[in-house]
């Protein structure tokens, strides 16, 4: 079975400040890793994804993450964010033979003030 | 727009009803997921279907069922409902088994109160 933690519930940040949501996993079997995006009132979104390949991923709206196997980590990174980064966070993780589903974790409230 | 229609939108009912929510995938996606989102036990897989069979559960209340037809919707049934159903429920899809083939597209929620 996997698990996922997600270790800041709230991550509070200035406009153009670098920030990074911490995510741990652990899993039997080999992992695919993603993290999604939820804005008020709405659905998730795909920010990105590892399936394999290269340990640094780059998403949408300039984020970016990094696979760690040896400390089963999967932290989402920005460099400089923006007001419209507000946003709920969730680090997700499916097994490559559980047949899709996600496990995801609690999730990070990322806060951009002004 | 994901391409995942989720109907209704808001759902106001009392303790002890039924209740049925709808889900339309994208277009050619065989998977249907069904989550629960809540504030103290975030999100949560129930149940997922693929080209109309149950492939996998999580944890999914006995008082809940789904489907899924042969035009690939799928429906979530939540019977007897408790106060404690009252929660956010996500309907997403994907073209195919193993997340390795892509993403999965959530819709925009189905929220149901009970009161």
């Known amino acids: 079975a996997q698990s996922v933690t997600q270790l800041d519930s709230q991550v509070p940040v200035f406009e153009e400040a670098p920030v990074e949501l911490r995510c741990n996993y652990s899993?039997?079997?080999?992992?695919?890793l993603f993290w999604y995006v939820q804005y008020p009132n709405q659905g998730l979104q795909l920010l990105l994804k590892y399936l394999s390949g290269s340990t640094l991923v780059k998403g949408i709206n300039g984020f970016e993450a990094e696979f760690n196997k040896s400390q089963t980590s999967f932290h989402l990174r920005k460099p400089s964010v923006h007001i419209s980064d507000t946003a709920e966070y969730f680090c997700?993780?499916?097994?490559?033979?559980?047949?899709?589903?996600?496990?995801f974790g609690q999730g990070t409230e990322l806060s951009v003030k002004p | 727009d994901s391409g995942v229609t989720q109907t209704p939108k808001h759902l106001i009912t009392a303790t002890g009803q039924r209740v049925t929510l709808r889900c339309s995938p994208r277009s050619g996606d065989l998977s249907v997921y069904w989550y629960q989102q809540s504030l103290d036990q975030g999100l949560q897989f129930l149940i997922q279907?693929?080209?109309?069979?149950?492939?996998a559960k999580g944890n999914i209340l006995e008082r809940f069922s789904a489907q899924q037809f042969p035009d690939l919707h799928s429906e979530l049934n939540l019977s007897s409902l408790e106060l404690g159903d009252s929660a956010l429920y996500f309907c997403a899809s994907s073209a195919g088994l193993g997340a390795g083939t892509g993403e999965l597209f959530f819709g925009e929620g189905s929220r149901l109160t009970v009161l």
């Open positions: 899993s039997s079997v080999s992992v695919y």
């Open positions: 997700a993780v499916s097994g490559n033979n559980q047949g899709g589903k996600l496990i």
């Open positions: 279907y693929y080209n109309g069979e149950e492939r």
